[in-house]
């Protein structure tokens, strides 16, 4: 069964100190998301692409993070420099591309990377 | 106000009760809805999509979508042990946004 990849799965990291994570979605998949969760709180998105382009970086933190996917396929989270309260589960997820008028298709996600700044 | 808001919890019921979940919204333009079962530690896993008001049913998962009053719910029939988790609604608006609840917590005792 085809799964989303992410890696690191644990990162402990001092702050001010950069981070990556990397994320691998589903083959075939033209939307990949990055969330990040809050311990008690649901997934709240940072960035949205469909293929290369951003659709969606409103909520990310771009003094600090940065997202890429080149080539459309896999995708890089970077914090730099990371602070205590980037401590979170960072949530990688894909859905297929959007077929008008048809609404939006389900989101598969990633085991996740577990961060922790100390 | 939140615009995706569900039950806070925890919701405990007994095992082969039904379990029932619910959510609001508050974006009008939203066309597409899922429900999600998070397990502690663990990503969240699809459970079902709702797109047209009603009902839809897959096994033991009812799915329910009223637009008009901005509401999805979740009923889990014969809830069992392995029930227990964090369920979240996730709702996507016609420009593509994804927005998730909090979750609300269930809990189902033996």
């Known amino acids: 069964e085809a799964e989303v990849a992410q890696s690191p799965r644990y990162k402990i990291t001092e702050k001010s100190q950069a981070v990556a994570f990397w994320c691998d979605p589903i083959?075939?998949?033209?939307?990949l998301y990055w969330y990040r969760q809050i311990l008690g709180q649901g997934p709240e998105l940072l960035v949205q692409?469909?293929?290369?382009?951003?659709?969606?970086d409103s909520q990310l933190p771009k003094d600090r993070f940065s997202a890429e996917r080149l080539k459309g396929v896999d995708s890089t989270l970077k914090i730099q420099p990371a602070e205590l309260g980037d401590s979170a589960m960072y949530l990688c997820?894909?859905?297929?591309?959007?077929?008008?008028?048809?609404?939006?298709?389900?989101?598969?996600f990633g085991p996740g990377t577990r961060l922790t700044v100390l | 106000q939140k615009e995706v808001e569900q039950n806070s919890g925890p919701l405990s019921v007994p095992e082969g009760a039904i379990a029932s979940l619910n959510c609001t919204y508050s974006d009008r333009g939203s066309q597409s809805f899922f429900w999600y079962r998070q397990y502690s530690g663990k990503s969240p896993e699809l459970i079902m999509s709702?797109?047209?008001?009603g009902d839809k049913e897959d096994g033991r998962f009812t799915a329910q979508l009223n637009k008009a009053s901005q509401y999805v719910s979740l009923l889990i029939r014969d809830s069992q042990p392995s029930d227990s988790a964090t369920y979240l609604c996730?709702?996507?608006?016609?420009?593509?946004?994804?927005?998730f609840g909090d979750g609300t917590t269930l809990t189902v005792k033996p």
């Open positions: 997820a894909s859905s297929l591309r959007p077929l008008p008028g048809q609404g939006y298709n389900e989101q598969f």
């Open positions: 996730a709702v996507t608006t016609n420009a593509g946004k994804s927005t």
């Open positions: 709702i797109y047209s008001n």
């Open positions: 083959s075939g998949h033209a939307t």
């Open positions: 692409f469909q293929d290369e382009s951003v659709v969606d």
